[in-house]
């Protein structure tokens, strides 16, 4: 079974920095895309940075120039740097891969970590 876990989740004042991390463990013959998606309450859950196998970004705009996020192959491991918090970011934080298993490229997502950004 494939599983993403996350870590790295907390709780920061404004302007602080978190790194999230999710790794991919399980049955993994290739990792395409990965990326973090977040969900603040009341609202939906929207992207908020990916990266593919080998390492184009893609970031939203409120992302962009605070955010990076990166991965390491080697270990199924993708990466978000987050810097420059805002109370705004303040949301459950999910890990995405799209992974080649035992069957064919299928989605997977993480649990979930909680970010809390006080102002």
């Known amino acids: 079974q494939v599983q993403l876990v996350e870590s790295g989740g907390g709780l920061m004042q404004a302007g602080g920095s978190l790194r999230l991390s999710c790794a991919a463990s399980?049955?993994?013959?290739?990792?395409?895309?990965m990326g973090w998606y977040r969900q603040a309450p009341g609202k939906q859950r929207e992207l908020v940075a990916t990266?593919?196998?080998?390492?184009?970004?893609n970031y939203a705009d409120s992302a962009k120039g605070r955010f990076t996020v990166s991965r390491d192959n080697a270990k199924n491991t993708v990466y978000l740097q987050m810097n420059s918090l805002k109370p705004e970011d303040t949301a459950v934080y999910y890990c995405?891969?799209?992974?080649?298993?035992?069957?064919?490229?299928?989605?997977?997502w993480g649990q979930g970590t909680q970010v809390t950004v006080s102002s």
């Open positions: 995405y891969a799209r992974i080649r298993g035992t069957t064919w490229y299928d989605n997977y």
């Open positions: 399980g049955t993994i013959f290739s990792i395409g895309v």
């Open positions: 990266i593919t196998s080998d390492g184009a970004t």
